[in-house]
């Protein structure tokens, strides 16, 4: 005689478990999915462009049209961020010190956030806004409108036209840009704290040399460079795919500046911690 | 009692195009088909677009491919040119299947087509003479004074040279009708077998229209390109068509000569033509 159960499931009890289970684990796994899909069309995206740049016919002017637009084009705002961002940052970092009495310390304080954090974040937000979404916007356009599908029938691969010469143009151009905001925001924070708060001119100038390095520079500009290529990617990304019409560009448009902001943001904790290990602070 | 009505003869244009694939020798250069179509299929995501469209392009001639909106006409165009790949079935062009073609050959096949877009494509950055230049500039190293000589032919030949400082035009600055002709023209300058059509008077005025369809019937006389002009204009249809046939339900349901496609029974060509006021509509007993 066989041990079999007295007590037998209702029928159909056993596929309702099964499927509440299966819906359990499809929610548990679909954020995953989402976050390594995104990730990878991403990176097949940057593989292909980064292709482009090997592959021939290298096309200089395209790349001169592109660092002209993210670089040139965005210097008028990267001055006007900078120069206000050093000179708020000083007087924050005043009103701070001054509890110790310890005001002299300012350049070293905004010279140092400045070439490590502020400069690289700030100046990377900036050209997400103003290149990032024109990029999202002229690929989207192109889309909707065939061009990048004429591109195609002249046998021009669309990705090495189109997107390489953006990704390349901002990584180079992004440390140079970071540059800027620094010299613009140590002018800024020079002027507030000279002139408004009558900081020792001395005092300010020889803390800022003593405690910043050049390797607080190098540190500022390859996050740049690494944001550079974080913002275009995802600017590309978006734009490059978009379906449908104009308001399939607008949110693309949206799409890839908040994708492109987030990035950066969260590139930029990974990458000052990997420096903090690998080229500690002076103490 | 109603005698069961009995289906006509299919009319010649009611005819498939050829026999299935396998049963003719499509791999060999046709003296009379340019482009062979059997058996193509393409979905995407849920909707089955094309189902077995079996279609020839006759050489040097104006194919026309007439069908409702949506029903996969721009697509099948697609991949006659190879933006598309399709899920199964044959493309041959000039006795070669494209279609396992890989993105080296495609490139290579691509210079024997020209593509003339619905909105003509012409890139924004780019001045007329750049846009119509670009196909040479990109494949050959040629001087800028050749390159200006055939740009300046091909302003000639479509009656653009007259209009005031059209080189150095931007796209927007154009008219519809202009823009077209510029979208032709840098479709031309490469000398291409065979032209791609997309809906080439979606959105002109009559006028504009005849125009139009005037410069296909002439490009088509005077370069002796094949012609595949995507439409669902039947008056320029007829108007321009040396081959007409007719895509619904993802298939090619009509095809022949214009006198053999008006001939047709087929009532969803019937409705187009009807609809379109070509011909009288005819009384239902």
Known sequence: MSASSSVEDPPGQAEAGNAIAAALLEAAVAPVRGVLRYVGVHAIMLGQALLGVVRKPFRLRLYLEQAQFIGVGSLPIICLVGFFSGA????????????????????????????????????????????????????????????????????????????????????????????????????????????????????????????????DYIIGATKAAVFGLTLSVAACYEGFNVRGGAKEVGLATTQAVVAGSVSVLVSDYFLIDMFHILWPTKS | MTPTPVPPDPTPAERPPAAPSGTENLARRDERWQIRVRNLHKTFGPQHVLRGIDLDIERGRTNIIIGGSGQGKSVLMKHLMGLLKP?????????????????????????????????????????????????????????????????????????????????????????????????????????????????????????????????????????????????????????????????????????????????SRRPELREFIETSGLVPREEKA
């Open chain 1, 88 to 215: 708020v940052s000083a007087q924050q970092a005043i009103a701070a010190l001054r509890i110790f009495n310890q005001e002299r310390f300012v350049g070293a304080t905004v010279g140092l956030s400045l070439a490590q954090e502020l400069a690289p974040v700030f100046c990377a937000l900036m050209i997400t806004a103003r290149a990032g979404s024109g990029m999202a916007t002229e690929l989207g356009s192109m889309r909707i409108t065939e061009q990048i599908d004429a591109l195609t029938t002249f046998a021009v691969d669309p990705i090495q036209y189109l997107v390489t010469p953006r990704i390349v143009a901002s990584i180079l151009m992004m440390p140079i840009m970071t540059m800027v905001f620094n010299i613009v925001g140590l002018c800024g924070a020079y002027l507030y704290s000279i002139y408004l708060e009558h900081i020792d001119l001395g005092q300010f100038i020889e803390q800022f040399t003593y405690w910043t390095d050049p390797k």
């Open chain 2, 87 to 263: 899920d199964e079935g044959e493309i041959w062009v000039d006795g070669e299947d494209v279609v396992p073609f890989d993105e080296r050959q495609m490139g290579k096949l691509r210079r024997k087509f020209g593509m003339v877009f619905q909105y003509a494509a012409l890139f924004d950055s780019m001045n007329v003479v750049e846009n119509i230049a670009f196909p040479l500039i990109e494949r050959y190293k040629l001087s800028r004074d050749e390159i200006m000589e055939r740009v300046r032919e091909l302003l000639q030949r479509l009656d653009l040279a007259n209009v005031a400082g059209i080189e150095q035009k931007f796209p927007p600055e154009l008219s519809g009708g202009q823009r077209k002709r510029v979208g032709l023209a840098r479709a031309l300058i490469d000398r291409p077998e065979i032209l791609l059509y997309d809906e080439p008077t979606t959105g002109l005025d009559p006028v504009a229209t005849k125009n139009v369809d005037d410069m296909i019937r002439r490009t088509a006389d005077d370069f002796g390109v094949t012609s595949v002009v995507i439409s669902h204009d039947m008056a320029s249809t007829f108007r321009i068509g040396d081959r007409i046939a007719m895509l619904a339900g993802g298939k090619i349901i009509v095809s022949g000569t214009a006198a053999e496609v008006l001939a």
